[in-house]
């Protein structure tokens, strides 16, 4: 097996909303807002190649909505999928499987594009099978009005009309042994319903790609939990039973929306699950 990371996109969101109840004061330490109080934000998904099998998880904001629904999100650097998924000699037709952790748009935007002639959407991976899961799905086609501004149909409905689209079956338990895919999946509900996240074997170590449970590695301390969860009192024992089991096990967790700090492990301290180290990309995969 083999991964790399690939890099989506860069963009920023209000520190407030990332952080919750939780004050400026404490969160900017780790989390340093601009002058209109964004912070920056990544887009990082992992691409699994296990024999002829290519698997991409999560796939960023794509580019086919209006420069307006941009212009909230301050897109930063240069980072694109064609040219990190060029970088090690891949391009989107070779993916035979896109994983979406969950379908907010800055997660699985990219999936689906606009046609040829821009009249309608299209899978941006046509030969991928694209994976979700059955409550999952529901709850993001028939949207609370919480989360509707996030549920974009143009990025999920595609799936479903080019016959692309499978479900992962849900275990009795939370969590997942490897089965239809090439890693062990644990299910939470506190960010939104049936969220799903990648517990990967890497060369002897657990590798765990973190999505929306842990944004950042700011967001360690358990009351730091961003507004946008739609349950945050059930992110917080989900966080921490996660969190305990990382530290005692030495995972490592994989950030998705972490700009500075991709890769970190945790250990316990008297104050509970903090940071032990961060690596680079290429420390950890090299």
């Known amino acids: 097996m083999n991964l790399f990371p690939i890099e989506a996109g860069n963009f920023k969101l209000d520190g407030g909303a990332m952080f919750g109840v939780v004050p ?75 994983f979406m952790t969950h379908l907010h748009f800055d997660h699985c935007g990219g999936s689906v594009q606009w046609n040829k002639d821009r009249t309608g959407y299209e899978p941006a991976f046509k030969n991928a099978t694209y994976w979700s899961n059955k409550d999952h799905w529901q709850w993001a086609t028939k949207p609370n009005r919480r989360e509707q501004a996030s549920f974009l149909k143009e990025n999920i409905l595609p799936m479903q009309e080019s016959g692309q689209l499978k479900f992962v079956a849900k275990p009795n338990s939370d969590f997942a042994e490897a089965n239809e895919l090439d890693f062990g999946i644990l ?16 060369k002897g170590k657990t590798l765990v790609f973190m999505a929306d449970l842990l944004p950042t590695a700011g967001h360690l301390p358990l009351p730091f939990v961003m507004g946008y969860d739609t349950r945050p009192l059930l992110t917080l024992p989900e966080k921490e039973k996660f969190l305990n089991t990382a530290a005692e096990n030495n995972f490592y967790l994989f950030l998705e929306h972490d700009a500075h700090n991709p890769i970190i492990n945790v250990q316990n301290t008297d104050k509970g699950v903090r940071l032990n180290e961060t690596l680079s990309l290429k420390e950890f995969f090299n």
């Open 24 to 98: 400026k004061t404490l969160w900017s330490k780790t989390n340093p807002a601009d002058e209109n109080n964004m912070i920056d934000i990544a887009a990082r998904c992992l691409l699994i190649e296990n024999g002829n099998r290519l698997t991409l998880i999560d796939t960023g904001m794509g580019n086919k909505q209006s420069e307006k629904f941009f212009g909230y999100y301050y897109r930063w650097g240069d980072y694109n999928i064609d040219d990190s998924l060029k970088k090690y000699g891949f391009h989107r037709d070779d993916i035979t499987d896109v």
């Open 187 to 202: 299910f939470v509900d506190g960010h939104t319903d049936k969220q799903m996240i990648p517990h990967i074997n890497y």
